[in-house]
Each structure stands twice: as structure tokens, then as C-alpha cells.
């Protein structure tokens, strides 16, 4: 069974750019997250998607950030335009129906690794 | 302050010896997730513990929540070059509606030598 894949893993662009960060959960995975880790600090909750619903953003920084999923199977996170504080690794993690709340774990992605120069 | 936090930051020791690493929450903890990172990889779950007093273990490691579910601590017999990287512990605070946000510790990084 694949994992939570990511895509780029590798990224640099100039500031003032567009990049689109994509995710594919692992299949029949409702919940769908997005965290980052910038330079020097832990790794932060952005949002959760449930199905192609938002059910929390309030992790998104600012709105430069935007992130869509529809058809409730990939998720897409646009940053634009880019600054240099938004360098760090953006994960992607999914978990089954009903989440943590019935113990089910959370599967992280390598991560989609954002330089802005 | 952090919210969760690990101890120690960093920690260096030789092929077989055993370890500990601690995670602690000012709050009380409804899951703890342990995770580990190797460099330009992706988390990787190790264990995930809920009731207090549980006790989980995979291979030479081994987690537990203490009874007040504020404290957790993983456990390593035998340290392998292999266990090297860092570890990360994540709290599900059930905050609202939202299931799954997790609040991390800043990590341990552990280095093995052979």
C-alpha cells in the first residue's frame, strides 16, 4: 500500500513567486493535514481537510496560503506570492475515518522541502 | 514556553547502551504520538499511547504515558547506529472539532555511535 506522497520534494524559488505543493493521502484516507517546520522551530498544524472540507485552517499563516482539495482526494498548497520567511518542509499526513478520536494513527508524507530565495 | 517539551535536546551515545527520552505537556495529554525523523525523510509513526499508565512497545523500543496523562517517555534497549535520528513527540489536544492537530515537541536528536 503506498504512503502519503508528496510532490516536489525539493523546491527553490525566487520571493514574489508562485509554488503549488501537492499531497496524495494514503487511499481511503479521509483526514488529510498539512504542518510545517520553518528553520529553528518545531513543527507547526496548518490545516484539516475532512473529505474536501475545511474542518480547521487555523494554523494557515496569513492568506497567502491557500489549500484546496477537491473531489476529497488530493490536496493541493498554494503559497503566492512566496516570502522568505515561508522557507522550511511542508508535510502532509492522512489518518482513516474518525481520526484520533478513534485511535487511529497519522501518517506523515517526506515532506515538500521550500527554499525562497 | 512550549507546549510540549522534550528532553533532552540532543543526545550522544554509544552502540548498545540504553536511553531515554522524555516528553512533557502542561496539559493533559489525549494522545501521544511518537515519531521519528531521519534527515530529508518524512515522519515516521513509531507508537501512539492514550490511556494513562499505557505501555507500548516495537522492537527495542518502548513507550509509556504516565498515569496523569502529562508525561511520556520512549525507551531504548540496546541503541543500534540505526535508532540514530531525531525523535519527535505529538499531542492531540482534541481541541475542538479538530481531530488530529497535533502540537509537537521541538525534538531530541540522537546520535549513535558504533
Known amino acids: 500500500e503506498a504512503g502519503v506522497t508528496q510532490f516536489p520534494s525539493h523546491s527553490v524559488i525566487e520571493k514574489g513567486q508562485t509554488v503549488t505543493l501537492r499531497c496524495d493521502p494514503i487511499?481511503?484516507?479521509?483526514?488529510l493535514y498539512w504542518y510545517r517546520r520553518v528553520m529553528g522551530k518545531e513543527i507547526k498544524f496548518l490545516l484539516h481537510f475532512v473529505k474536501e472540507s475545511k474542518q480547521d485552517e487555523s494554523g494557515m499563516p496569513n492568506n497567502r496560503f491557500l489549500a484546496e482539495r477537491t473531489g476529497g482526494t488530493y490536496s493541493t498548497l498554494k503559497v503566492q506570492p512566496a516570502e522568505l520567511e515561508d522557507s522550511g518542509v511542508y508535510f502532509c499526513?492522512?489518518?482513516?475515518?474518525?481520526?484520533?478520536?478513534?485511535?487511529?494513527?497519522?501518517?506523515f508524507g517526506e515532506g515538500s522541502w521550500l527554499t525562497v530565495v | 514556553s512550549q507546549e510540549l517539551e522534550q528532553s533532552p535536546q540532543s543526545l550522544i551515545v554509544q552502540e548498545g547502551k540504553n536511553l531515554t527520552i522524555n516528553c512533557t505537556s502542561s496539559k493533559t495529554l489525549y494522545g501521544l504520538y511518537w515519531y521519528k525523523q531521519k534527515y530529508g525523510e518524512g515522519l515516521i509513526f513509531l507508537m501512539m499511547?492514550?490511556?494513562?499508565?499505557e505501555e507500548k512497545s516495537h522492537e527495542k523500543i518502548t513507550a509509556k504515558l504516565d498515569e496523569k496523562k502529562q508525561q511520556s517517555s520512549l525507551h531504548i534497549t540496546a541503541s543500534q547506529p540505526s535508532h540514530a535520528g531525531i525523535y519527535l513527540c505529538g499531542a492531540d489536544r482534541r481541541g475542538g472539532t479538530s481531530y488530529g492537530k497535533l502540537t509537537f515537541g521541538q525534538g531530541t536528536i540522537l546520535t549513535v555511535h558504533p
Open positions: 487511499s481511503g484516507h479521509d483526514n
Open positions: 499511547l492514550q490511556k494513562g499508565g
Open positions: 499526513a492522512s489518518s482513516q475515518v474518525g481520526g484520533t478520536a478513534n485511535g487511529n494513527t497519522i501518517y
